[in-house]
T-cell receptor, first 112, second 113 residues
C-alpha cells in the first residue's frame, strides 16, 4: 500500500524555468510533510518542510504548496539551476508511529 | 563533527554470506533508522530505534536484524544475504522520533551475487 504517491518520476527543465513535483497522500493522520533532496552518491538531506496549518511555505527559490482538502502537496523550484539537478523525495509523517513515509522520488535534470 | 558515518561504503557478497553494516552518529540524537533505496522504489524503512535499548520493525524487515549498541551506534545485519538485498543502505538519525529533521549518512552500496 503506497501511502504517498509522487509524480513525475523524472523531469527535465531548462535553466531559469519552474520545476514542479507533486505528491498525494491517503492517510489523514499525516501532519508533517518534508521534502528531501539527494545528490548522486550522497544521502538525502532535508530541503523544506510544512505543517498543514499553512497552505504555503517559501524558502528562497523553493516553495511548498499544500492543499489539505485534496490531500496533495507540491514542491515548486523557481528559476531552476543546473545545481538543482538531483532526486527529490516527498515524505509524510503523522499518527502514532512517527515513521516517515517517502514517495518514490523524482529525478530532476536542469539543462544549462 | 562527522554527523552520521557508515561503513563500509561498498560491499560485494555471495548469496548466503553474512555481514554487518555499521552506523555511528555524533549528534547525540536519540532515534536512528535503517533504510534501503532501490531504483523507482524510494526509501523504505527496514528497522528503527526510537531510543537506546529499543528497536522496531519498519516496512521491509525480513532478512535483516539490528542492534542498537549504544546511543551512538546502530548496526544492520544480513544473516544470509540474497540477491534481492542488493541495494543502497542508508542510516539516519534524528533528535527524537517525530517532527524533526532526519540526518542521513552517505550510504553503503551492497551487491549480492
Amino acid at each position: 500500500q503506497q501511502q504517498v504517491k509522487q509524480s513525475p518520476q523524472s523531469l527535465i527543465v531548462q535553466k531559469g524555468g519552474i520545476s514542479i513535483i507533486n505528491c498525494a497522500y491517503e492517510n489523514t493522520a499525516f501532519d508533517y510533510f518534508p521534502w528531501y533532496q539527494q545528490f548522486p552518491g550522497k544521502g538525502p538531506a532535508l530541503l523544506i518542510a510544512i505543517r498543514p496549518d499553512v497552505s504555503e511555505k517559501k524558502e528562497g527559490r523553493f516553495t511548498i504548496s499544500f492543499n489539505k482538502s485534496a490531500k496533495q502537496f507540491s514542491l515548486h523550484i523557481m528559476d531552476s539551476q543546473p545545481g538543482d539537478s538531483a532526486t527529490y523525495f516527498c515524505a509524510a509523517l503523522g499518527g502514532s508511529n512517527y515513521k516517515l513515509t517517502f514517495g518514490k522520488g523524482t529525478l530532476l535534470t536542469v539543462n544549462p | 563533527n562527522a554527523g552520521v558515518t557508515q561503513t563500509p561504503k561498498f560491499q560485494v557478497l555471495k548469496t548466503g554470506q553474512s555481514m554487518t553494516l555499521q552506523c555511528a552518529q555524533d549528534m547525540n540524537h536519540n532515534s536512528m533508522y535503517w533504510y534501503r533505496q532501490d531504483p523507482g522504489m524510494g526509501l523504505r524503512l527496514i528497522y528503527y530505534s526510537a531510543s537506546e535499548g529499543t528497536t522496531d520493525k519498519g516496512e521491509v524487515p525480513n532478512g535483516y536484524n539490528v542492534s542498537r549498541l549504544n546511543k551512538r551506534e546502530f548496526s544492520l545485519r544480513l544473516e544470509s544475504a540474497a540477491p534481492s538485498q542488493t541495494s543502497v543502505y542508508f542510516c539516519a538519525c534524528n533528535r527524537d522520533r517525530g517532527y524533526n529533521e532526519q540526518f542521513f549518512g552517505p550510504g553503503t552500496r551492497l551487491t549480492v551475487l
